[in-house]
């Protein structure tokens, strides 16, 4: 039978489409499986002497952790999109009151990052997470997962470096140290005159005042972004409020014109409200934003302002959560925000590039409708563009690779050897007190999964700023303004303000399904296609019920299960201090007492008030990072955000019958040494 010839071109037409949208993404995930093939078995790490905290570590080693050399160096060396600085400024860049470069390795260790060396897959030297990305035909350098989560715990001289670990970065400290250099660079002619001839040698700049222009522009985004994100209490190193900061870059991209000029008309006079908004048109860009932002930004004052009136509070400082396992969760994130389930990860992982950078041109714009033409309301209708840096494509494949990460093992030809007795009567102890909300698992099974078990504030007793702030702050949704977000028990509107875990929610979902312009047509379309598919049809992890007892959302209240913490698996525990969400205490053994010492017994042992973070150095005994005797940042734990309450379980007396009883300490050491097996 003859096929007639139409069907033969309809047919030769879904072929072809075929090939343009579903092979390429195909033959270029298969192709970039592996861009580096550097597999240096060092894996780029460098030996560091004795540094500003009295650390040294002479060897560096890598645990077993399922990972090749090749795969390390991947995951710290793949871009994100995340554009904080010119890439040729950062190369270049003098500390503020040195002509020393910023990115030396003293430097960047000084700031808990961690120095590697040259590499073929690194060749500028960067640290472990800095890398240099591309967007609209611009270098940039920023910011990879590696950054956060990528840890070192040295013993006696050898430096194990933990993939996946949470890092021991002071992030907010290195932000501000960035921007003091580069106010040096703005305001200083020696230094500036150094650093455009500097950055003119390297060739990405064709003239001098272009450099001094993006100079002013960075000095400035830097600025406003600092006192945006001003915390009555320091963060200090191993912790950040990421949450805090990813939804303060959220509300700055969401505001439309008319919200901004009402909102300058609470702060500016009339006059400076006109100069701010001059030649401004209805539908504003990213880059009208800087120029607002630029012409508000006369003084310190007047930023504090519109902080006060635009943001919310950065001050909830968490410890950077550890990522094996991460893609066996239900839900993620200390308040179990993030479900995993279908886009999930890809939304929560935009999220993480919105916090670190990532350029955001959100911006009201029209398209044709038929359904607009129909209601005769025109050719086009308003919808919201989500255009921005955020490379959707390698979120997912960073996600994928870290279902093949698994956590440490003690190292005992390091650490020392365990105590076999000691781990079965704390096995033993674990299952008494610990297991109902820290499930145990097979660090190696590829079917293991890690359901989340949620524990209301009340319940758990640890400082509550985290989860109270995911829940009563609002935003101005300008952009958003009317649209509807899914919670778990029906839509959420958009109102003139909306909480701000739904603006995020809507925000990150707009840029997961928008398709990345910064790649040619067919690219850009086949891979939007290909991320979507594998994102909905590969993920194994599906939408689910929490467990634990939490307060449930309701229609009234539709995001009050983020009330609680999150008890995860604890394997690998003992290389992620310090302890609690917020990093409140130092070792695991400290974590077993109570958090205030009875008045009247004056040899009792409890958490210590006071401790001193930024040292590598690893506390075999009691399992957690050196915390005295140095001159590190002093943590106090009297500081709302910084409490060391709650999570008493085992060390408070009984009040009712079937309460466990108080761990005498040889119970504590036996539980310490099973979890050091974990």
């Not at 929490?546 to 009330?563: A, E, F, R, V």
């Not at 042992?605 to 002093?634: I, N, Q």
């Not at 734990?637 to 085992?650: A, C, K, P």
């Not at 060390?651 to 097996?677: H, S």
């Amino acid at each position: 039978m003859k096929i007639p010839k139409i069907k033969l071109k309809i047919w030769h037409g879904f072929l072809l489409l075929a090939l343009l949208f579903i092979i390429p993404p195909l033959i270029i995930t298969l192709s970039q499986r592996w861009e580096v093939s550097d597999s240096d078995p060092d894996r780029g790490a460098m030996t560091v002497k004795q540094d500003v905290f009295g650390d040294n570590a002479g060897k560096i080693v890598y645990l077993d952790q399922n990972w090749k050399p090749e795969q390390s160096l991947w995951f710290y060396t793949t871009t994100q999109g995340s554009n904080l600085l010119p890439y040729d400024f950062f190369l270049v860049l003098e500390q503020d009151d040195k002509p020393e470069l910023f990115r030396s390795d003293e430097n960047i260790n000084r700031y808990r990052y961690l120095p590697q060396k040259k590499t073929s897959s690194n060749p500028d030297a960067l640290p472990v997470g800095f890398v240099k990305d591309n967007y609209l035909s611009k270098d940039y350098m920023g910011f990879t997962c590696a950054a956060c989560h990528t840890a070192q715990v040295n013993f006696k001289g050898t430096g194990m470096r933990i993939d996946g670990g949470p890092a021991s970065a002071d992030m907010a400290g290195f932000l501000k140290g960035l921007t003091q250099a580069m106010v040096a660079v703005r305001d200083k002619p020696d230094v500036q005159k150094r650093f455009v001839q500097a950055v003119l040698r390297l060739g990405a700049y064709s003239s001098e005042a272009d450099v001094i222009a993006d100079i002013k522009t960075y000095t400035l985004r830097l600025t406003s972004y600092n006192i945006i994100n001003h915390s009555p209490v320091d963060y200090g190193y191993a912790r950040l409020d990421a949450f805090g900061r990813i939804y303060n870059r959220t509300l700055e991209h969401l505001l439309n014109r008319q919200q901004i000029e009402e909102v300058l008309g609470k702060v500016l006079t009339e006059e400076e409200v006109r100069t701010a908004l001059a030649g401004i048109g209805p539908e504003i860009s990213s880059a009208d934003r800087d120029k607002i932002v630029e012409r508000v930004a006369t003084s310190a004052k007047n930023i504090v302002k519109l902080r006060q009136e635009l943001f919310i509070k950065a001050d909830a400082p968490v410890s950077y959560p550890f990522l094996w396992d991460i893609a066996q969760h239900d839900y993620v994130q200390w308040n179990g925000l993030g479900g995993n389930g279908g886009l999930g990860p890809l939304g929560r992982n935009t999220g993480e590039v919105i916090g670190v950078f990532g350029s955001l041109d959100w911006h009201e714009g029209k398209r044709f409708s038929i359904t607009s033409l129909i209601s005769g309301q025109g050719w086009t209708k308003k919808v919201v563009e989500y255009d921005s840096s955020i490379n959707t494509q390698n979120l997912r494949r960073i996600e994928n690779q870290l279902t093949e990460l698994q956590s440490p093992k003690w190292p005992q030809e390091i650490l020392g050897k365990l105590d076999q007795t000691r781990i079965k009567r704390g096995e033993k102890l674990f299952a008494n007190y610990c297991v109902s909300c820290h499930a145990e698992i097979d660090r190696s099974s590829p079917q293991r999964r890690v359901v989340a078990h949620m524990s209301k504030l009340e319940e758990v007793g640890t400082d509550p700023t985290m989860a109270d702030n995911s829940i009563k702050y609002e935003g101005y949704s300008g952009i958003l303004r009317n649209q509807y977000v899914g919670a778990g028990v029906g839509d959420v509107l958009l109102d003139k303000k909306a909480p701000i875990a739904a603006l995020l929610t809507k925000a990150t979902m707009g840029v997961v399904t928008t398709p990345d312009a910064d790649k040619g047509f067919i690219r850009r379309w086949s891979e939007w296609l290909h991320n979507i598919i594998q994102a909905l049809f590969g993920n194994e992890i599906k939408d689910s019920n929490k467990h634990g007892n939490y307060i449930p959302d309701t229609t009234m209240n539709p995001y009050s299960s983020l009330q609680a913490y999150k008890g995860r698996s604890l394997n690998g525990i003992w290389a992620t201090g310090p302890y609690l969400h917020n990093g409140s205490v130092p070792t695991l053994y400290d974590l077993l007492l109570p958090a205030t010492c009875p008045a009247d017994q004056k040899d009792a042992e409890c958490r210590p008030e006071k401790f001193l973070v930024g040292s590598r150095e690893f506390d075999a005994e009691k399992v957690g990072m050196k915390s005295v005797a140095y001159e590190g940042f002093t943590f106090d734990t009297r500081l709302n955000g910084n409490h060391n309450s709650g999570h008493d379980y085992g060390n408070k007396p009984p009040t009712k019958p079937g309460d466990l009883p108080v761990l005498t300490k040889e119970q504590r050491l036996d539980l310490l040494e099973y979890l050091k097996a974990q």
